[in-house]
Nanobody, 116 residues
Framework: QVQLVESGGGLVQPGGSLRLSCAAS????????MGWYRQAPGKQRELVAV????????NYADSVKGRFTISRGNAKNTVYLQMNSLNPEDTAVYYC?????????WGQGTQVTVSS
């Protein structure tokens, strides 16, 4: 049974930081590209960041470049998203994704709210 379990969300003030984690089980983690997506109320789910299965390649949405960093620990089957300089526009449910070809798995999401 595949599980992707996100953690680390919460309420943070503008300019603050959060670190999201996603622990994977039931997959051969090192074979999957891992990504973070987010969905704000009334908006479509969008890609935030993705890291290749090896960890050598990363890509970011323009809106988070320079502020967010995705990384992975293949030994721990975990992917991280370090989010700095958060602003209210970053408020959303953040989802972890594991992708290998046509196979996709999703976590249940974790809420991030940026507000004073």
């Amino acid at each position: 049974q595949v599980q992707l379990v996100e953690s680390g969300g919460g309420l943070v003030q503008p300019g603050g930081s959060l670190r999201l984690s996603c622990a994977a089980s039931g997959i051969t983690f090192s074979m999957y590209a891992m990504g973070w997506y987010r969905q704000a109320p009334g908006k479509q789910r969008e890609l935030v960041a993705v890291v290749s299965n090896s960890g050598r390649t990363t890509n970011y949405a323009d809106s988070v470049k320079g502020r967010f960093t995705i990384s992975r620990g293949n030994a721990k089957n975990t992917v991280y998203l370090q989010m700095n300089s958060l602003n209210p526009e970053d408020t959303a449910v953040y989802y972890c994704n594991a992708e290998m070809g046509l196979v996709n798995y999703w976590g249940q999401g974790t809420q991030v709210t940026v507000s004073s």
